[in-house]
């Protein structure tokens, strides 16, 4: 029994108050009674903070009358109400969870945080490797397409040669031109030769 008390929460030591309250039915209860019967293991101080925290609730769950000389609890139709629907118990564990679940999303969004930052550090980090490579890409890429519109070196060189090719065809064209001219000439010429010979001859 007494391990049992020890482990009590508020909210429980509270309801015993309001269940004690309502077994004696309209008799009014002090705070020493309260301590003697049920929470033996509480100091009469202790009680009437138990007293105080009723009396504060807004749903006034019982009469208490708390004064110099004495804290005193009467039970009203409220009371059996409240115990039924689960009492302070009931809310007490509420607040547990709310608070459990609040500190869990705050655990969450702590951890989001770090890994947000992380990753902007990661971030900055590469950043200007990646910035870089982008410039040499765009540089590269530019510096090709300026290349694709003007003709190449090898482009060049290869219509020089081309033209080149054609005026030593052209050369060698007049030459063999001028060369079958001259022979007709010269054979012409020869026989001419021939014919003035045979003329002498005959004559």
């Known amino acids: 029994m007494t391990d049992e008390i020890k482990i009590i929460t508020e909210g429980q030591a509270k ?12 008799k009014t209860i002090s705070a020493h009674e309260i301590q003697k019967e049920i929470l033996p293991e509480l100091s009469s101080d202790e ?5 105080e925290k009723i009396q504060n609730t807004t749903d006034n769950v019982a009469d208490v009358a708390i004064s110099e000389y ?7 139709g409220i009371t059996k109400r409240f115990i039924e629907q689960g009492g302070f118990t009931k809310s007490e564990k509420e607040t547990a969870e709310l608070k459990e679940k609040k ?8 951890e989001k945080s770090i890994i947000d930052l992380r990753l902007k550090k990661w971030q900055l980090k590469t950043f200007w490797w990646i910035f870089g490579f982008a410039v040499i890409g765009s540089g590269l890429s530019v510096y090709n397409f300026t290349n694709s519109l003007s003709p190449s070196k090898n482009v060049k060189q290869q219509e020089e040669r081309i033209e080149k090719m054609e005026s030593e065809l052209e050369k060698l ?5 001028n060369r079958k001219t001259l022979d007709s000439l010269q054979t ?3 026989l001419t030769e021939i014919e003035k010979k045979q003329l002498s001859k005959n004559n």
């Open 173 to 177: 064209q007049t030459s063999i031109s």
């Open 70 to 76: 004495a804290c005193l609890i009467t039970a009203t």
């Open 188 to 190: 012409t010429k020869d």
């Open 103 to 110: 500190a869990e999303k705050e655990r969450i969004d702590f």
């Open 47 to 51: 009680v009437e903070f138990l007293f």
């Open 15 to 26: 309801d015993l108050i309001l269940e004690y309250a309502l077994k004696n039915g309209d």
